[in-house]
Structure formats: C-alpha cells, structure tokens
C-alpha cells in the first residue's frame, strides 16, 4: 500500500476530512528507550519468585498495560491470587528494583532524530506511557532535553492501561488536542489498539520480537523497521498529511 493509500484508508475508518498535525503521543519504553529487553527479565523474574510460571514472550505482548494491571492479572491467572492495590504498589516497586539492578537501558538509536524532526517542524511532543517509574521522568528530561514539555501522561494518570484508549485520550485532552492533529509513535499490539481507537494517525515500529504484521492487526496505519527508519521517512510524511487540511 502506498503512503497515500494509507492516509486515504485512515480518512475512511476515522471519517476525518484531513489533518493538522500539531503533536505526537509517544511511548517510551520500546520507542524512546530499548528497554523492553530489561522489563521482561525483570517481569519474569518476579513472577517466578512468586511461584508463578510465565515466559518473557508474554511480557512483551503485555507492553503498555499499567505494572498493577499486569500484576493483578498474572498473579489472578497464574496463581489463583487476587492482588489489593496495595500489593500491587508493592510488588511493582520489586520489579522496578530488578529492572534497575540490570543497568540504564541504552537510548533507542534514531529516537533523537524522530524528536527533532518533529520540533522543527513545530510538532508538540506528549510522552504517553504506562509507567509508574518517577525516576523515568526525570531520566528523560536528562537524555532528551527540551523535547518534552510538561504535558504527559503516565500510568500513574490513568484507571485503564493500554489497550483502553484512555491514555491517549487522557493525553489529546491535557494537550488540546483532536485525533485528527496527532500523530501516535508505538512498539506493542497493546498500545498500537489504544492510539487506535482514539482515532489518531497510528505509527509502528517493531523495536522488539513482535512483528509488523501483529502491529498492523492491532491497527497500525502505517510501520516502520526500527526508529532510524522512521526518522528517514518522518519528513516525508509530516510533508505528505499537511497536503491534506482537515
């Protein structure tokens, strides 16, 4: 399919007369950072100390759900065990401490350029992403200064984890922002449905072991290889949906 064909396919679904591009949601884990390697170690990690069987596999088809939502239904499923929130909390603050005892995951090549691109060409950048890692934030401030301002939202902002479109809706509403004006950058099925079904222009990138063909069933509009590839073409396409004025 051709780019074209593509946007003509996303006006189809969302019934959008065009675009005005004015920002773009972003993950983070998978996307910013290639992190998601160090999560699902941590994951199963935790839950095999709990006694409960699972595979790292499964962890990156979970990306996007808030750490309590993933524990409350792993422990649920794989132990029989309802988790208070409380716990919750609690055994999210282990796996966060096993993640961090696995060193800073390196910055995603080609995220820099993705960021730049898009503020140059006066494109808000809103981090979405359903940690509830504090350190995270200020992590990024650091590693990408001045490409995000102070709306984001994160798992602690949100009832409902990917895939539910509420951080994305969350995250138009604190920016002002129709799904018409977004763009929405994503590596996991999970998050690819959320931006999905907040009507936003969804952009995949397959940083991980889930292939393209999962992020376009989730309904990605359009997928890219990695992050570099993206950055390549993002001028382009930015260039290509201004042609198209709501």
């Given at each position: 399919m051709t780019l074209q064909q593509t946007i003509a396919e996303y006006l189809k679904y969302t019934g959008h007369k065009g675009f005005d591009i004015s920002a773009a949601l972003v993950?983070?884990?998978?996307?910013?950072?290639?992190?998601?390697?160090?999560?699902?170690?941590?994951?199963?990690?935790?839950?095999?100390?709990?006694?409960?069987?699972?595979?790292?596999?499964?962890?990156?088809?979970?990306?996007?759900?808030?750490?309590?939502?993933?524990?409350?239904?792993?422990?649920?499923?794989?132990?029989?065990?309802?988790?208070?929130?409380d716990e919750a909390h609690a055994l999210y603050g282990v796996k966060t401490r096993y993640f961090r005892e696995l060193g800073e995951a390196p910055i995603m090549p080609g995220a820099m350029r993705v960021l730049e691109t898009l503020k140059e060409a006066g494109v808000d950048r809103v981090l979405v992403t359903g940690s509830q890692q504090d350190a995270?934030?200020?992590?990024?401030?650091?590693?990408?200064?001045?490409?995000?301002?102070?709306?984001?939202?994160?798992?602690?902002?949100?009832?409902?984890?990917?895939?539910?479109p509420e951080p994305y809706l969350k995250a138009m509403n604190k920016a002002e922002k129709k799904s018409n004006q977004c763009l929405v950058i994503e590596n996991a099925p999970l998050g690819v449905q959320a931006a999905h079904a907040a009507g936003c222009f969804t952009i995949g990138v397959t940083t991980g072991p889930i292939p393209e063909k999962d992020l376009y069933k989730a309904g990605a509009d359009i997928v890219y290889k990695n992050m570099d590839e993206l950055a390549a073409a993002l001028p382009s396409l930015l260039v290509a949906l201004s042609l198209i004025k709501a």
């Open positions: 993950d983070c884990d998978g996307v910013l950072y290639d992190s998601m390697k160090y999560h699902t170690q941590a994951w199963v990690k935790l839950m095999k100390k709990n006694g409960i069987k699972c595979t790292r596999d499964e962890f990156y088809e979970l990306e996007g759900m808030t750490g309590s939502e993933i524990i409350k239904m792993k422990f649920k499923t794989g132990a029989g065990k309802n988790v208070t929130d995270l934030i200020e992590r990024i401030k650091n590693d990408f200064p001045d490409m995000f301002g102070d709306v984001m939202v994160t798992g602690h902002d949100v009832r409902k984890g990917k895939p539910n």
